[in-house]
Protein backbone atom coordinates (compact mmCIF):
# COMPACT_ATOMS: atom_id res chain seq x y z
CA UNK A 1 0.00 0.00 0.00
CA UNK A 2 1.62 3.45 -0.75
CA UNK A 3 1.40 6.25 1.48
CA UNK A 4 -1.00 8.36 -0.73
CA UNK A 5 -3.42 5.29 -0.20
CA UNK A 6 -2.78 5.27 3.60
CA UNK A 7 -3.51 8.74 3.80
CA UNK A 8 -6.89 8.88 2.11
CA UNK A 9 -7.85 5.52 3.57
CA UNK A 10 -7.28 6.92 6.83
CA UNK A 11 -10.83 9.69 8.02
CA UNK A 12 -11.63 10.65 11.75
CA UNK A 13 -9.92 12.13 14.41
CA UNK A 14 -7.94 9.14 15.32
CA UNK A 15 -4.92 8.60 12.63
CA UNK A 16 -4.52 4.76 12.08
CA UNK A 17 -1.07 3.45 11.88
CA UNK A 18 -0.24 1.61 8.27
CA UNK A 19 -0.77 -2.07 8.83
CA UNK A 20 2.41 -3.27 8.22
CA UNK A 21 3.94 -2.12 11.60
CA UNK A 22 1.31 -4.09 13.13
CA UNK A 23 2.41 -7.16 11.14
CA UNK A 24 5.74 -6.60 11.82
CA UNK A 25 5.24 -6.07 15.52
CA UNK A 26 3.24 -9.68 15.72
CA UNK A 27 6.02 -11.18 13.72
CA UNK A 28 8.61 -10.04 16.31
CA UNK A 29 7.04 -10.33 19.51
CA UNK A 30 5.48 -13.65 18.97
CA UNK A 31 1.80 -12.58 18.04
CA UNK A 32 1.58 -14.08 14.67
CA UNK A 33 3.72 -15.96 11.72
CA UNK A 34 3.20 -17.10 8.61
CA UNK A 35 2.26 -20.51 8.42
CA UNK A 36 4.48 -23.23 7.08
CA UNK A 37 7.30 -20.43 6.50
CA UNK A 38 9.96 -22.42 5.92
CA UNK A 39 8.80 -23.99 2.92
CA UNK A 40 7.57 -20.69 1.80
CA UNK A 41 4.31 -20.42 3.51
CA UNK A 42 0.49 -21.03 2.37
CA UNK A 43 -1.37 -17.66 1.83
CA UNK A 44 -4.55 -17.09 4.09
CA UNK A 45 -3.42 -19.15 6.83
CA UNK A 46 -1.63 -18.13 9.84
CA UNK A 47 -0.48 -19.48 12.82
CA UNK A 48 -0.32 -18.00 16.62
CA UNK A 49 2.85 -17.29 18.74
CA UNK A 50 3.64 -17.31 22.74
CA UNK A 51 2.05 -13.78 22.76
CA UNK A 52 -0.45 -14.38 19.89
CA UNK A 53 -2.15 -17.36 22.13
CA UNK A 54 -2.47 -15.85 25.07
CA UNK A 55 -4.53 -12.95 23.38
CA UNK A 56 -6.79 -15.37 21.44
CA UNK A 57 -7.39 -17.20 24.64
CA UNK A 58 -8.32 -14.33 26.87
CA UNK A 59 -10.69 -13.03 23.83
CA UNK A 60 -12.12 -16.51 23.78
CA UNK A 61 -12.67 -16.54 27.27
CA UNK A 62 -13.78 -13.15 27.63
CA UNK A 63 -16.90 -13.69 25.50
CA UNK A 64 -17.90 -16.69 26.90
CA UNK A 65 -17.99 -15.38 29.98
CA UNK A 66 -20.24 -12.62 28.53
CA UNK A 67 -22.28 -14.56 26.85
CA UNK A 68 -22.41 -17.90 28.22
CA UNK A 69 -21.48 -17.92 31.85
CA UNK A 70 -23.24 -14.65 33.02
CA UNK A 71 -26.48 -15.80 30.97
CA UNK A 72 -29.00 -18.08 32.77
CA UNK A 73 -31.01 -18.52 29.06
CA UNK A 74 -27.46 -19.30 27.05
CA UNK A 75 -25.66 -22.37 27.29
CA UNK A 76 -22.87 -23.55 25.04
CA UNK A 77 -21.78 -26.27 22.93
CA UNK A 78 -18.41 -27.65 20.79
CA UNK A 79 -19.28 -28.69 17.43
CA UNK A 80 -16.94 -30.69 14.80
CA UNK A 81 -15.38 -29.24 11.84
CA UNK A 82 -16.80 -32.28 9.71
CA UNK A 83 -20.47 -32.86 9.54
CA UNK A 84 -22.24 -35.02 7.21
CA UNK A 85 -22.27 -33.56 3.55
CA UNK A 86 -26.09 -32.80 3.66
CA UNK A 87 -25.77 -30.18 6.18
CA UNK A 88 -24.27 -28.06 3.52
CA UNK A 89 -26.76 -28.74 0.65
CA UNK A 90 -29.82 -27.84 3.56
CA UNK A 91 -27.66 -25.00 4.61
CA UNK A 92 -27.20 -23.65 0.36
CA UNK A 93 -23.67 -23.58 0.80
CA UNK A 94 -22.80 -26.29 -1.71
CA UNK A 95 -25.05 -24.09 -4.09
CA UNK A 96 -24.43 -20.62 -3.42
CA UNK A 97 -20.99 -20.11 -1.39
CA UNK A 98 -19.28 -19.11 -4.29
CA UNK A 99 -17.36 -16.42 -5.23
CA UNK A 100 -17.36 -15.05 -8.73
CA UNK A 101 -14.50 -13.91 -10.52
CA UNK A 102 -12.96 -12.39 -13.55
CA UNK A 103 -9.73 -12.03 -15.10
CA UNK A 104 -7.93 -9.49 -16.96
CA UNK A 105 -7.42 -10.70 -20.40
CA UNK A 106 -4.48 -7.94 -20.78
CA UNK A 107 -2.22 -8.13 -17.48
CA UNK A 108 -3.49 -11.44 -16.40
CA UNK A 109 -5.01 -10.36 -12.66
CA UNK A 110 -8.01 -11.78 -11.10
CA UNK A 111 -10.78 -10.03 -9.07
CA UNK A 112 -13.68 -10.34 -7.31
CA UNK A 113 -16.39 -9.03 -9.04
CA UNK A 114 -17.99 -7.78 -5.70
CA UNK A 115 -14.84 -6.26 -4.86
CA UNK A 116 -14.62 -4.49 -8.73
CA UNK A 117 -16.47 -0.76 -8.62
CA UNK A 118 -19.60 -0.80 -10.54
CA UNK A 119 -17.97 1.30 -13.37
CA UNK A 120 -15.52 -1.70 -14.31
CA UNK A 121 -18.20 -4.57 -14.25
CA UNK A 122 -20.66 -2.35 -16.42
CA UNK A 123 -17.51 -1.94 -18.99
CA UNK A 124 -15.81 -4.79 -18.72
CA UNK A 125 -12.63 -3.20 -17.84
CA UNK A 126 -9.84 -3.73 -15.50
CA UNK A 127 -9.54 -1.22 -12.82
CA UNK A 128 -5.49 -1.37 -13.30
CA UNK A 129 -4.58 -1.48 -16.75
CA UNK A 130 -7.97 -1.02 -18.70
CA UNK A 131 -7.65 -4.17 -20.17
CA UNK A 132 -10.82 -6.64 -21.12
CA UNK A 133 -12.47 -8.68 -18.55
CA UNK A 134 -13.47 -12.82 -19.01
CA UNK A 135 -17.00 -13.77 -18.28
CA UNK A 136 -17.19 -14.06 -14.56
CA UNK A 137 -16.47 -17.77 -13.44
CA UNK A 138 -18.47 -19.22 -10.20
CA UNK A 139 -15.75 -20.84 -7.92
CA UNK A 140 -17.28 -22.81 -4.85
CA UNK A 141 -15.69 -21.78 -1.68
CA UNK A 142 -16.37 -24.69 0.86
CA UNK A 143 -13.23 -27.11 1.36
CA UNK A 144 -13.73 -30.71 0.29
CA UNK A 145 -12.20 -33.48 2.20
CA UNK A 146 -13.25 -37.58 2.25
CA UNK A 147 -14.11 -39.90 4.90
CA UNK A 148 -13.26 -43.53 5.45
CA UNK A 149 -10.36 -45.17 3.65
CA UNK A 150 -11.71 -47.62 0.84
CA UNK A 151 -11.59 -46.26 -2.57
CA UNK A 152 -15.40 -46.52 -3.49
CA UNK A 153 -16.77 -46.35 0.00
CA UNK A 154 -15.40 -42.98 0.56
CA UNK A 155 -17.54 -40.20 1.33
CA UNK A 156 -16.82 -36.62 0.15
CA UNK A 157 -17.43 -33.74 2.77
CA UNK A 158 -16.35 -30.16 3.53
CA UNK A 159 -14.68 -28.65 6.55
CA UNK A 160 -17.07 -26.35 7.62
CA UNK A 161 -18.19 -23.06 5.96
CA UNK A 162 -19.48 -21.61 8.93
CA UNK A 163 -19.10 -22.92 12.32
CA UNK A 164 -22.96 -21.86 13.80
CA UNK A 165 -24.67 -25.13 11.35
CA UNK A 166 -23.28 -27.13 14.20
CA UNK A 167 -26.05 -24.97 16.28
CA UNK A 168 -28.86 -26.34 14.36
CA UNK A 169 -27.42 -29.76 14.48
CA UNK A 170 -27.30 -29.68 18.23
CA UNK A 171 -29.82 -27.97 18.74
CA UNK A 172 -32.47 -30.89 19.34
CA UNK A 173 -30.29 -32.35 21.87
CA UNK A 174 -29.84 -29.04 23.94
CA UNK A 175 -33.76 -29.03 24.29
CA UNK A 176 -34.17 -32.23 25.35
CA UNK A 177 -30.52 -32.65 27.55
CA UNK A 178 -30.26 -29.23 29.34
CA UNK A 179 -33.99 -27.84 30.42
CA UNK A 180 -33.88 -24.54 28.26
CA UNK A 181 -37.01 -23.01 27.17
CA UNK A 182 -37.74 -20.71 24.32
CA UNK A 183 -36.23 -18.08 24.70
CA UNK A 184 -32.87 -19.24 25.11
CA UNK A 185 -29.33 -19.36 23.35
CA UNK A 186 -26.65 -21.44 22.10
CA UNK A 187 -23.52 -20.28 21.58
CA UNK A 188 -19.99 -21.81 20.03
CA UNK A 189 -16.50 -20.98 19.00
CA UNK A 190 -14.48 -22.45 16.38
CA UNK A 191 -12.90 -22.91 13.62
CA UNK A 192 -14.16 -22.46 9.69
CA UNK A 193 -12.53 -22.44 6.39
CA UNK A 194 -13.11 -20.82 3.50
CA UNK A 195 -11.04 -21.59 0.34
CA UNK A 196 -10.66 -17.94 -0.56
CA UNK A 197 -9.31 -17.27 -4.54
CA UNK A 198 -7.74 -14.10 -3.53
CA UNK A 199 -7.10 -14.24 0.52
CA UNK A 200 -4.93 -11.75 1.76
CA UNK A 201 -4.73 -8.19 4.14
CA UNK A 202 -3.00 -9.85 7.10
CA UNK A 203 -5.88 -11.66 9.21
CA UNK A 204 -8.35 -9.57 7.17
CA UNK A 205 -9.55 -12.06 4.60
CA UNK A 206 -8.30 -15.83 5.79
CA UNK A 207 -8.92 -19.17 4.46
CA UNK A 208 -8.71 -20.28 7.81
CA UNK A 209 -10.43 -18.53 10.68
CA UNK A 210 -12.61 -18.89 14.14
CA UNK A 211 -16.08 -17.91 14.47
CA UNK A 212 -18.25 -17.09 17.30
CA UNK A 213 -22.10 -17.36 17.39
CA UNK A 214 -24.91 -16.48 19.43
CA UNK A 215 -28.34 -18.48 17.99
CA UNK A 216 -30.96 -17.40 20.31
CA UNK A 217 -34.83 -19.11 19.68
CA UNK A 218 -37.23 -17.23 20.13
CA UNK A 219 -41.25 -17.65 19.95
CA UNK A 220 -42.08 -15.20 16.43
CA UNK A 221 -44.06 -12.56 18.25
CA UNK A 222 -41.22 -11.78 20.22
CA UNK A 223 -38.40 -11.34 17.29
CA UNK A 224 -38.15 -7.71 17.19
CA UNK A 225 -37.63 -7.25 21.10
CA UNK A 226 -35.06 -9.95 21.24
CA UNK A 227 -33.16 -9.09 17.75
CA UNK A 228 -33.42 -5.39 19.57
CA UNK A 229 -31.50 -6.62 22.44
CA UNK A 230 -28.87 -8.49 21.51
CA UNK A 231 -27.87 -5.93 18.53
CA UNK A 232 -27.81 -3.09 21.65
CA UNK A 233 -26.02 -6.12 23.91
CA UNK A 234 -23.34 -6.97 21.00
CA UNK A 235 -22.52 -3.05 20.48
CA UNK A 236 -22.17 -2.26 23.80
CA UNK A 237 -19.77 -5.50 24.21
CA UNK A 238 -17.45 -4.62 21.18
CA UNK A 239 -17.36 -0.65 22.24
CA UNK A 240 -16.62 -2.06 26.38
CA UNK A 241 -13.18 -3.74 24.72
CA UNK A 242 -11.58 -0.67 22.42
CA UNK A 243 -10.08 2.74 23.14
CA UNK A 244 -11.18 4.70 19.74
CA UNK A 245 -14.83 4.55 20.18
CA UNK A 246 -15.65 6.92 17.64
CA UNK A 247 -13.96 3.92 14.92
CA UNK A 248 -17.21 1.58 15.94
CA UNK A 249 -20.31 1.90 13.94
CA UNK A 250 -23.74 0.02 12.92
CA UNK A 251 -24.38 -0.46 9.17
CA UNK A 252 -27.58 -1.51 7.82
CA UNK A 253 -27.95 -3.81 5.36
CA UNK A 254 -29.66 -2.18 2.13
CA UNK A 255 -32.32 -4.14 0.50
CA UNK A 256 -29.61 -5.96 -2.06
CA UNK A 257 -27.57 -7.22 1.15
CA UNK A 258 -30.59 -9.17 2.87
CA UNK A 259 -31.59 -12.70 2.55
CA UNK A 260 -34.92 -13.52 1.42
CA UNK A 261 -36.19 -14.55 5.13
CA UNK A 262 -34.33 -11.31 6.70
CA UNK A 263 -36.18 -9.04 8.01
CA UNK A 264 -33.39 -6.59 9.25
CA UNK A 265 -29.66 -7.66 9.59
CA UNK A 266 -26.98 -4.84 11.05
CA UNK A 267 -23.12 -5.02 11.00
CA UNK A 268 -20.92 -3.72 13.50
CA UNK A 269 -18.14 -1.87 12.23
CA UNK A 270 -15.17 -1.13 13.02
CA UNK A 271 -12.71 1.29 10.70
CA UNK A 272 -9.35 0.01 9.94
CA UNK A 273 -6.96 1.30 8.05
CA UNK A 274 -8.50 -0.51 5.12
CA UNK A 275 -11.73 1.38 5.77
CA UNK A 276 -14.79 0.59 7.45
CA UNK A 277 -14.88 -3.80 7.54
CA UNK A 278 -17.08 -5.76 9.68
CA UNK A 279 -16.82 -6.84 12.92
CA UNK A 280 -19.90 -8.74 13.72
CA UNK A 281 -23.30 -9.58 11.88
CA UNK A 282 -26.58 -9.57 14.05
CA UNK A 283 -29.14 -11.42 11.82
CA UNK A 284 -32.71 -11.72 11.49
CA UNK A 285 -33.01 -15.92 10.30
CA UNK A 286 -36.34 -15.95 11.28
CA UNK A 287 -37.00 -19.61 11.04
CA UNK A 288 -35.15 -20.11 7.52
CA UNK A 289 -32.43 -22.74 9.63
CA UNK A 290 -34.64 -25.02 11.59
CA UNK A 291 -37.16 -25.54 8.34
CA UNK A 292 -34.41 -25.75 5.92
CA UNK A 293 -32.75 -28.80 8.69
CA UNK A 294 -35.89 -30.31 8.82
CA UNK A 295 -36.82 -30.75 5.41
CA UNK A 296 -33.52 -31.97 4.56
CA UNK A 297 -33.39 -34.82 7.18
CA UNK A 298 -36.85 -35.65 7.66
CA UNK A 299 -36.50 -34.65 11.73
CA UNK A 300 -39.14 -32.66 12.37
CA UNK A 301 -37.41 -29.41 14.61
CA UNK A 302 -40.69 -27.73 16.05
CA UNK A 303 -41.13 -26.57 19.45
CA UNK A 304 -44.04 -27.19 21.70
CA UNK A 305 -44.41 -24.61 24.62
CA UNK A 306 -44.93 -26.38 27.11
CA UNK A 307 -47.63 -24.52 28.97
CA UNK A 308 -49.70 -23.04 25.99
CA UNK A 309 -48.87 -26.53 23.61
CA UNK A 310 -48.57 -24.08 20.47
CA UNK A 311 -45.94 -25.85 18.02
CA UNK A 312 -43.97 -23.75 16.20
CA UNK A 313 -40.93 -23.25 14.40
CA UNK A 314 -38.29 -21.06 16.64
CA UNK A 315 -37.28 -18.35 15.01
CA UNK A 316 -33.32 -17.06 15.96
CA UNK A 317 -31.81 -14.33 16.19
CA UNK A 318 -27.89 -15.10 15.14
CA UNK A 319 -24.87 -12.58 16.33
CA UNK A 320 -22.23 -13.83 14.24
CA UNK A 321 -18.50 -12.80 14.86
CA UNK A 322 -14.71 -14.27 15.52
CA UNK A 323 -11.93 -14.20 17.25
CA UNK A 324 -9.47 -13.31 14.47
CA UNK A 325 -11.62 -9.81 13.34
CA UNK A 326 -10.93 -9.59 17.06
CA UNK A 327 -7.97 -10.21 17.83
CA UNK A 328 -6.38 -8.14 14.47
CA UNK A 329 -9.08 -4.75 15.67
CA UNK A 330 -7.60 -4.80 19.38
CA UNK A 331 -4.31 -4.91 18.18
CA UNK A 332 -5.10 -1.87 15.82
CA UNK A 333 -7.04 0.03 18.13
CA UNK A 334 -4.49 -0.78 20.55
CA UNK A 335 -1.30 0.21 18.91
CA UNK A 336 0.24 4.10 19.27
CA UNK A 337 4.07 5.42 18.93
CA UNK A 338 4.43 7.63 21.47
CA UNK A 339 7.02 10.32 20.99
CA UNK A 340 9.51 11.77 23.33
CA UNK A 341 8.43 13.78 26.06
CA UNK A 342 9.31 14.40 29.81
CA UNK A 343 7.89 11.25 31.18
CA UNK A 344 9.94 8.93 28.15
CA UNK A 345 13.55 10.49 26.52
CA UNK A 346 13.14 7.97 24.17
CA UNK A 347 9.53 7.51 22.91
CA UNK A 348 8.19 4.39 22.71
CA UNK A 349 5.34 1.82 21.02
CA UNK A 350 2.78 0.76 23.65
CA UNK A 351 -0.21 -1.51 23.05
CA UNK A 352 -2.94 -0.36 25.46
CA UNK A 353 -4.74 -3.25 25.53
CA UNK A 354 -7.58 -3.81 27.70
CA UNK A 355 -5.61 -5.16 30.89
CA UNK A 356 -8.12 -8.25 30.87
CA UNK A 357 -7.47 -9.13 27.72
CA UNK A 358 -3.92 -8.12 27.78
CA UNK A 359 -1.74 -11.31 27.02
CA UNK A 360 0.69 -10.51 29.89
CA UNK A 361 -0.98 -9.09 33.04
CA UNK A 362 2.37 -8.44 35.46
CA UNK A 363 5.85 -8.27 34.82
CA UNK A 364 8.01 -8.44 37.92
CA UNK A 365 11.41 -6.45 37.26
CA UNK A 366 14.20 -6.87 39.80
CA UNK A 367 15.81 -3.19 39.46
CA UNK A 368 19.56 -4.55 39.08
CA UNK A 369 20.51 -8.24 38.15
CA UNK A 370 23.73 -8.48 40.12
CA UNK A 371 22.22 -7.99 43.09
CA UNK A 372 20.78 -11.15 44.83
CA UNK A 373 18.55 -10.00 47.04
CA UNK A 374 16.77 -8.03 44.20
CA UNK A 375 16.88 -11.30 42.45
CA UNK A 376 15.36 -13.54 45.01
CA UNK A 377 13.00 -11.13 46.65
CA UNK A 378 11.83 -10.47 42.88
CA UNK A 379 11.46 -14.45 41.40
CA UNK A 380 9.44 -14.97 44.81
CA UNK A 381 6.85 -12.49 44.17
CA UNK A 382 7.19 -13.58 40.40
CA UNK A 383 6.24 -17.59 41.09
CA UNK A 384 3.24 -16.05 43.42
CA UNK A 385 1.59 -14.07 41.04
CA UNK A 386 2.17 -16.42 37.97
CA UNK A 387 -0.49 -18.98 39.42
CA UNK A 388 -2.78 -16.00 39.45
CA UNK A 389 -2.20 -14.11 36.14
CA UNK A 390 0.21 -14.27 33.14
CA UNK A 391 3.99 -12.80 34.78
CA UNK A 392 6.82 -12.84 33.47
CA UNK A 393 10.01 -12.04 34.99
CA UNK A 394 12.81 -9.84 33.44
CA UNK A 395 16.08 -8.91 34.43
CA UNK A 396 17.50 -7.93 31.20
CA UNK A 397 19.27 -4.84 30.33
CA UNK A 398 18.33 -1.46 31.80
CA UNK A 399 14.33 -1.17 33.75
CA UNK A 400 13.68 1.87 30.75
CA UNK A 401 14.27 -0.48 28.21
CA UNK A 402 12.05 -3.31 29.95
CA UNK A 403 9.48 -0.93 30.65
CA UNK A 404 9.53 -0.30 27.10
CA UNK A 405 9.41 -4.16 25.98
CA UNK A 406 6.52 -4.25 28.05
CA UNK A 407 4.90 -1.25 26.82
CA UNK A 408 5.22 -2.70 23.14
CA UNK A 409 3.88 -6.21 24.52
CA UNK A 410 0.44 -4.61 26.34
CA UNK A 411 1.51 -5.26 29.57
CA UNK A 412 -0.79 -3.30 31.95
CA UNK A 413 1.50 -3.42 35.32
CA UNK A 414 5.45 -3.92 36.01
CA UNK A 415 6.11 -4.75 39.70
CA UNK A 416 9.98 -2.73 40.35
CA UNK A 417 11.66 -4.55 43.32
CA UNK A 418 14.62 -2.01 44.17
CA UNK A 419 16.71 -1.33 47.49
CA UNK A 420 13.82 0.13 49.21
CA UNK A 421 12.19 -3.11 49.01
CA UNK A 422 14.88 -4.56 51.13
CA UNK A 423 14.39 -2.12 53.68
CA UNK A 424 10.34 -1.79 53.88
CA UNK A 425 8.86 -4.64 51.56
CA UNK A 426 7.32 -2.15 49.63
CA UNK A 427 7.66 -2.12 45.63
CA UNK A 428 6.98 0.37 42.57
CA UNK A 429 3.97 -0.47 40.65
CA UNK A 430 3.87 1.43 37.36
CA UNK A 431 0.67 1.67 34.88
CA UNK A 432 1.27 1.34 31.36
CA UNK A 433 -1.01 3.90 29.98
CA UNK A 434 -0.08 6.90 32.35
CA UNK A 435 3.41 5.79 33.12
CA UNK A 436 2.14 7.11 36.60
CA UNK A 437 4.51 4.58 39.66
CA UNK A 438 2.86 4.12 42.76
CA UNK A 439 4.19 2.69 45.87
CA UNK A 440 3.00 -0.60 47.59
CA UNK A 441 3.39 -3.46 50.15
CA UNK A 442 4.53 -6.71 48.48
CA UNK A 443 1.88 -8.19 50.05
CA UNK A 444 -1.12 -6.38 48.60
CA UNK A 445 0.12 -6.62 44.65
CA UNK A 446 -1.67 -9.76 43.90
CA UNK A 447 -5.00 -8.21 44.89
CA UNK A 448 -4.17 -5.06 43.84
CA UNK A 449 -3.20 -6.48 40.20
CA UNK A 450 -5.85 -9.49 40.21
CA UNK A 451 -8.97 -6.27 40.79
CA UNK A 452 -7.50 -4.54 37.90
CA UNK A 453 -7.51 -7.80 35.13
CA UNK A 454 -10.42 -9.61 36.16
CA UNK A 455 -13.42 -10.32 33.79
CA UNK A 456 -15.53 -6.76 34.04
CA UNK A 457 -18.21 -6.13 31.76
CA UNK A 458 -21.63 -4.71 32.48
CA UNK A 459 -24.54 -3.32 30.14
ZN1 LIG B 1 -5.52 -5.55 -16.47
Known sequence: MTQTEEQTLSTGDTPHVPIEKIVSLCKRRGFVYPNSEIYGGVSGIYDFGPLGVELRNNIRRFWWWSMVQTNDNVVGIEGSIITHPRVWEASGHVENFVDR???????????????????????????????????????????????????????????????????????????????????FGICQIGKAFRNEVTPGNFLFRQREFEQWDLQFFVHPSEMQQWFDYWKERRFEWYKSIITHKDRLRFRPHGPDELAHYAKQAFDVEYQTILGWQEWEGIHWRQDWDLSRHSEYSGQDLSYTDPETRERYIPWIVETSGGVDRTFLNLLIDAYEEEPPSGKDKEGRTVLRLNPMLAPVKVAVLPLQKNREELVTTAKELHSKLRRLMVSQYDEVSNIGRRYRRQDEIGTPFCVTIDFTTLEDSTVTVRERDSMAQIRLPMNEVPAYLLERVRWDYSV
Open 101 to 183: LVDCKNCKRRFRVDHLPEENVKQNKCPVCGGELTEPRKFNLMMETYIGVVEGERMKTYLRGEACQNIYLDYDNVLKSSRVQIP
